[in-house]
């Protein structure tokens, strides 16, 4: 019996048989579903922040530059003519550049040295050295300025030397407090450099020197460039150290905006001074920027510290490690601990002798009572304070290094990633001063009517803490190998599951320095807080600022013993959270 085959369904005529294509793993199809809201998510985490900068950054700082420059609802740029006229101003200009420039080469060449004996050399108690050279940085800009002027003052130390209220004394301030930055940026890439390269160039027949000229200083150069541009910043920008050495006769442009807005109440200088101050710090920026690009190249690096013991001696003769170990020592010495060392000793000097007396004194309002509150109920109002701006800057920072450090697979997306990224740093390059004149102006009605709030002063020094909160953070979270994440994925973890067992760890790592740093920054924090603090709840800075600037040697006596107390404060909260950043690298 013959058997009959099935009927063919009607369709195209048959072809070879074919392996039907794969079903899609189990994590990718369940994924899918979640694309946009995984999306939503990001553009949630980026709004948050972006929206805390558009009202407590980009308008405060527009406003008060659209009040000088459109003063009755018109643009008129004749401020621009009349500001820029002025003899005043160019002088204020060529101080700033002038001081700025010196600040930077004095920081680069002193700290470049000190780079290579703290990063490329081993030798006992190297890591107290370290510790000692980064306080500086961390000290509020007022103990510096106080720092040097009780040194250079008459009577100090350093008093013959006729340099307080002089050029000099500015600069000097500025490298102490700016050496770290290139210490650390340049010796963290340094302790990494493979030393083969230079090894090779020795047996070549090279001098030690023309070896560190044609090999390690190119390696180094964009490290240099990176350091010495936020080093320019810094010192374009500074102004509690401006304020209390220069004064009105050494003022720079963040000074004169202050003096203008405070004293003058001339709102479109200060305007047209802002944008000035914008300008030439995006101008050295980009210029910084630029010179590090070309100077980029792949480096050969090793996995760990590369460094040798300190060569002091070589037999009978010096070794190679001597000048570098010698400049070192005296500007950890001299130009870092003096400084500080001097401060503790004034303090403790009062009209009646050596004793405590200032300290003691810090329970009252100063002589002829020059302060409304006592310095101790200051320093309680300043720990409050710091502890708001610190939670508000890491929840801000925290979110802005998450988006930043992703690596969309488009180009629109990683121009976006970029632009969060380089938004965030803005607060860095405007004045401090302008962005507390601009709340003042602006957080003045409904529905944000802050002048009475408690929270007005937090918000201010979270904005100047966001940026370092976000440097720090940011280079751990770029060194996840996006491999993991993708992993992760692949396991079947959800997106949140991702952010928590691969980007969680290492963000822990430096969440404890971010903390530090937020809140260093806001126990100094001086520009902004000057317009802000209420007369009944000052800060700890403001306070000791109104002490200089009354007469008095008991009033001076409770500024220096201020200062130390503040000095001390900040620079136990970054041993607290260098501590931390151990024991989380440790845990993890």
Do not use: K
Request: aromatic share 6%; proline share 8%.
């Amino acid at each position: 019996m013959t058997q009959t085959a099935p009927p063919r369904p009607a369709g195209p005529a048959p072809g070879p048989t074919r392996t039907p294509p794969a079903a899609p793993p189990p994590a990718r199809r369940a994924a899918a579903p979640h694309r946009w809201p995984g999306w939503l998510g990001w553009a949630v985490a980026a709004g948050i922040p972006l929206a805390f900068l558009g009202v407590f950054f980009a308008w405060p700082v527009l406003s008060l530059v659209g009040r000088g420059f459109v003063p009755d609802g018109a643009l008129d740029l004749s401020g621009v003519t009349d500001v820029l006229s002025r003899p005043r101003t160019w002088r204020i200009l060529g101080q700033t550049l002038t001081q700025a420039v010196l600040g930077t080469a004095g920081a680069v060449l002193l700290g470049l040295p000190g780079a290579y004996v703290l990063y490329r050399c081993r030798f006992r108690g190297r890591g107290l050295v370290r510790a000692m050279a980064t306080v500086p940085f961390v000290l509020p800009t007022v103990v510096v300025g106080v720092a040097f002027r009780s040194l250079l003052a008459e009577g100090g130390p350093l008093g013959f030397l006729r340099l307080d209220g002089t050029q000099a004394a500015v600069v000097l301030a500025l490298v102490f407090f700016n050496y770290a930055v290139v210490v650390r940026t340049v010796g963290g890439l340094w302790a990494r450099l493979d030393p083969r390269a230079e090894q090779a160039a020795r047996a070549l027949g090279a001098s030690p020197w023309r070896a560190f000229l044609t090999v390690t200083l190119p390696a180094l150069a964009p490290a240099i460039a990176s350091a010495a541009s936020i080093v320019f910043l810094f010192c374009a920008t500074a102004f509690g150290v401006v304020l209390v050495l220069g004064g009105a006769r050494y003022g720079t442009v963040e000074t004169e905006i202050w003096v203008q807005t405070t004293q003058f109440l001339d709102l479109r200088a200060a305007a047209v001074l802002s944008v000035v101050q914008v300008v030439l710090v995006g101008a050295a920026l980009a210029l910084a920027g630029r010179a590090r690009r070309r100077s980029e190249r792949a480096l050969q690096l090793g996995t760990a510290e590369a460094a040798h013991p300190l060569r002091l001696r070589r037999g009978a003769r010096p070794g190679p490690d001597l000048v570098p170990a010698l400049v070192t020592a005296v500007v950890v010495g001299l130009l870092l601990l003096l400084p500080l060392a001097g401060l503790v000793v004034r303090s403790l000097r009062t009209a009646d002798g050596w004793g405590p007396g200032n300290y003691l004194a810090l329970g009252t309002t100063g002589g002829d009572n020059a302060l409304t509150v006592t310095v101790w109920e200051a320093t309680a109002n300043s720990l409050r304070i710091a502890v708001d701006a610190t939670t508000l800057a890491v929840v801000v920072g925290v979110l802005v290094a998450l988006v930043a450090s992703r690596r969309p697979r488009s180009a629109a997306g990683r121009r976006a990633v970029g632009l969060v990224d380089a938004l965030f740093m803005l607060p860095l390059g405007v004045s401090a001063v302008t962005v507390g004149f601009g709340f003042l102006i602006t957080l003045d009605h409904p529905p944000l009517d802050l002048r009475t709030s408690p929270v007005l002063v937090p918000i201010a020094q979270a904005v100047v803490a966001v940026p370092l909160v976000v440097r720090t953070l940011l280079p751990v979270l770029r060194a996840i190998d996006p491999r993991q994440r993708e992993v992760a994925a692949m396991l079947g973890a959800s997106r949140g599951r991702v952010l928590a067992t691969v980007d969680g760890p290492y963000l822990v790592r430096g969440l404890g320095l971010a903390i530090g740093f937020a809140f260093a920054v806001s126990l100094g924090e001086f520009g902004a807080t000057t317009f802000l603090a209420r007369p009944d709840r000052p800060t700890l800075p403001v306070v000791i600022f109104r002490l200089l600037g009354r007469p008095g040697a008991e009033n001076y006596g409770m500024a220096l013993a201020a200062s130390v107390v503040l000095a001390v404060l900040t620079a136990g909260v970054m041993a607290l959270a260098e501590r931390l950043r151990t024991t989380e690298a440790t845990a993890w």
